[in-house]
Nanobody, 115 residues
């Protein structure tokens, strides 16, 4: 069982920045494939960014050049740096871990973009 705890969400003005963090349990974090997803009201959950254990990354087209996913294996933590936030970015952001065939989710953290 892997537990994921997100933090760092909040209210930010358009053009602002936030950094989300996700702390994971487990002693083999470096082998987890980690990702960030988001779900806006009335919409399906979508992939925002992912980072494999190999270090390769993948981003949704809508966030390329603005968001950066990173991980610190020593701290069992994955981050999502979000810059130049837009009115279409608000959602609940979820951390995701894939360990073999198992998939784990955090509880989500709300991101609101408003002036």
């Amino acid at each position: 069982q892997v537990q994921l705890v997100e933090s760092g969400g909040g209210l930010v003005q358009p053009g602002g920045s936030l950094r989300l963090s996700c702390a994971a349990s487990g002693s083999i974090f470096s082998s987890y494939a980690m990702g960030w997803y988001r779900q806006a009201p009335g919409k399906q959950r979508e992939l925002v960014a992912s980072k494999a254990s190999s270090g390769s990354t993948n981003y949704a087209d809508s966030v390329k050049g603005r968001f950066t996913i990173s991980r610190d294996n020593a701290k069992n933590t994955v981050y999502l740096q979000m810059n130049s936030l837009k009115p279409e970015d608000p959602a609940v952001y979820y951390c995701n871990a894939r360990v073999g065939f198992m998939v784990y989710w955090g509880q989500g953290t709300q991101v609101t973009v408003s002036s």
